[in-house]
């Protein structure tokens, strides 16, 4: 089957960083993205990585290996405002599936 | 100008009743796709189109039947609610061409009561 794990919850002060982890067991897997859901609102998308390696996108980062079948998400200089719920999403190579992971929520306190 | 629009927003209904909940796209994506996100906030893939053909249906009661009129639009009808069908539901669209990011709906709070 088809499946992402990543952790349940993570907390952090902000000025931080948080590393969001990602593994994944896919078929057809092409790339990995990451988005971003705030309590009530829909997932907005943060960051793409088809190739191994590390794309840097302001304060967040995204890093895949695809012979780990790993990816994680960097978040830099945490802010209140990025406490959200992250999920990792897999998606194959004719890019008609994206599947996503249960999701990791982030409390950032002060 | 929103680029993926779902109606209604919110919808409450009795068991037993059919219910549709629309989706268009003005992005000109190839590929939508519906989700269903529980109380745990899981997001289930549902259905997926490609250029008006299925092209994924997961393990989705047969209740559940997406209907599109065109590329540009996805609409999900649901037969005989359940109780357990309350959920949010998110309409989607991406651009297999690109496959980088998928534009989400602002989503559909639907509670069978």
């Known amino acids: 089957g088809q499946s992402l794990e990543q952790p349940s919850e993570v907390t952090a002060v902000e000025g931080a960083i948080v590393q969001i982890n990602c593994t994944y067991q896919?078929?057809?897997?092409?790339?990995l993205s990451w988005y971003q859901q705030h309590d009530g609102g829909a997932p907005t998308f943060l960051s793409y990585?088809?190739?191994?390696g590390l794309e840097e996108t302001g304060r967040f980062s995204s890093f895949l290996s695809r012979s780990d079948s790993y990816g994680y998400l960097l978040l830099q200089e945490l802010q209140m405002k990025d406490s959200a719920s992250y999920f990792c999403a897999a998606d194959n190579q004719a890019g008609t599936a994206l599947i996503f992971g249960k999701g990791t929520t982030l409390s950032v306190s002060s | 100008d929103t680029a993926v629009s779902q109606t209604p927003k919110y919808l409450v209904t009795q068991m037993g009743n059919d219910k549709s909940i629309k989706c268009e796209q003005n992005?000109?994506?190839?590929?939508m796709y519906w989700y269903k996100q529980d109380s745990k906030k899981f997001l289930k893939i549902m259905f997926s189109?490609?250029?008006?053909?299925?092209?994924i249906n997961e393990t989705v009661p047969n209740r559940f039947s997406p209907k599109s009129p065109d590329k540009a639009h996805l609409n999900l009808h649901i037969n005989s609610l359940e109780l357990g069908d309350s959920a949010v539901y998110f309409c989607?669209?991406?651009?297999?061409?690109?496959?980088?990011?998928?534009?989400f709906g602002q989503g559909t709070r639907l509670t069978v009561v």
């Open positions: 990585n088809a190739l191994d």
């Open positions: 189109y490609n250029n008006k053909e299925l092209i």
């Open positions: 992005l000109g994506h190839d590929t």
């Open positions: 896919t078929s057809g897997f092409y790339g």
């Open positions: 989607a669209s991406s651009d297999t061409r690109t496959q980088t990011e998928a534009f």
